[in-house]
């Protein structure tokens, strides 16, 4: 998987499914929805490939997968002002220790799809412009309507998704292992592994500009014993 924060993917392979294409056996994982932000589109979860609708367009994401990769999410999705279509989406890892779920964006237009901790944010109206997510796995999924903002944790950072798209990411945080404590107005509090001490350390983010003080890292850890 690619190392970059979030990585826009212009060219997602779709075609008409074909009934005979039976790849993609295994049945979608129980996934919960989170329509906090109004949606230009409505969704549903189909438990299977052999739901698919053979007339409608099918996109799969990533646009290349292996045959690792053959687990995951159907949904189908119907915008208010274009075709309905149909998604897959490539399962992460099968855990209850990562995020399974559907929600609606900041952006209206725009869905997001996390599949055993994979990330995708995919624009409803036109599937082949979809971004995926640096944390992989993605551990906690916070809505903020009050600040407009989706968050993303993973082991190392936090990023936010807001109605433009990507807002911004946080630094490295911690050794490995994040968790958020709260979030009080424009302030996030979380904690962040040093595997020096193995102590969870402190931190804060302003959730206006994605700064933030305290948390741990490798490089910071070794030049404070230097």
Same mark, same amino acid.
């Given at each position: 998987?690619?190392?970059?924060?979030?990585?826009?993917?212009?060219?997602?392979?779709?075609?008409?499914?074909?009934?005979?294409?039976?790849?993609?056996?295994?049945?979608?994982?129980?996934?919960?929805?989170?329509?906090?932000?109004?949606?230009?589109?409505?969704?549903?979860?189909?438990?299977?490939?052999?739901?698919?609708?053979?007339?409608?367009?099918?996109?799969?994401?990533?646009?290349?997968?292996?045959?690792?990769?053959?687990?995951?999410?159907?949904?189908?999705?119907?915008?208010?002002?274009?075709?309905?279509?149909?998604?897959?989406?490539?399962?992460?890892?099968?855990?209850?220790?990562?995020?399974?779920?559907?929600?609606?964006?900041?952006? +209206?237009?725009? /869905?997001?799809?996390? *599949?055993? =901790?994979?990330?995708? &944010?995919?624009? %409803?109206?036109?599937?082949?412009? #979809?971004?995926?997510?640096?944390?992989?796995?993605?551990?906690?999924?916070?809505?903020?309507?009050?600040?407009?903002?989706?968050?993303? +944790?993973?082991? /190392?950072?936090?990023? *936010?998704? =807001?109605?433009?798209? &990507?807002?911004? %990411?946080?630094?490295?945080?911690? #050794?490995?292992?994040?968790?958020?404590?709260?979030?009080?107005?424009?302030?996030?509090?979380?904690?962040?592994?040093?595997?020096?001490?193995?102590?969870?350390?402190?931190?804060?983010?302003?959730?206006?500009?994605?700064?933030?003080?305290?948390?741990?890292?490798?490089?910071?850890?070794?030049?404070?014993?230097?």
């Amino acid at each position: 998987m690619k190392a970059e924060l979030l990585v826009l993917l212009s060219g997602s392979r779709c075609w008409p499914l074909l009934p005979s294409r039976r790849v993609y056996v295994k049945k979608s994982p129980p996934i919960r929805q989170e329509f906090a932000f109004p949606a230009a589109y409505q969704i549903k979860v189909l438990e299977s490939y052999g739901l698919v609708n053979p007339l409608e367009r099918f996109h799969q994401f990533p646009s290349e997968l292996e045959e690792a990769d053959r687990h995951g999410v159907y949904l189908r999705v119907a915008p208010s002002y274009a075709s309905a279509w149909i998604g897959f989406f490539s399962l992460g890892y099968d855990s209850d220790k990562v995020v399974n779920a559907v929600f609606s964006s900041p952006h +209206a237009d725009w /869905l997001c799809v996390v *599949a055993g =901790g994979y990330g995708y &944010l995919v624009n %409803t109206v036109d599937p082949s412009q #979809w971004l995926r997510l640096e944390q992989q796995p993605v551990v906690d999924v916070r809505v903020l309507p009050e600040q407009n903002l989706l968050l993303f +944790a993973g082991f /190392l950072n936090i990023s *936010a998704v =807001g109605s433009s798209g &990507l807002a911004w %990411t946080t630094g490295r945080l911690s #050794w490995e292992g994040v968790s958020i404590s709260r979030i009080e107005g424009q302030t996030l509090y979380g904690l962040g592994w040093d595997a020096i001490t193995d102590k969870d350390v402190p931190f804060e983010v302003d959730l206006r500009t994605g700064k933030h003080t305290g948390g741990s890292r490798p490089g910071v850890a070794a030049k404070a014993r230097e």
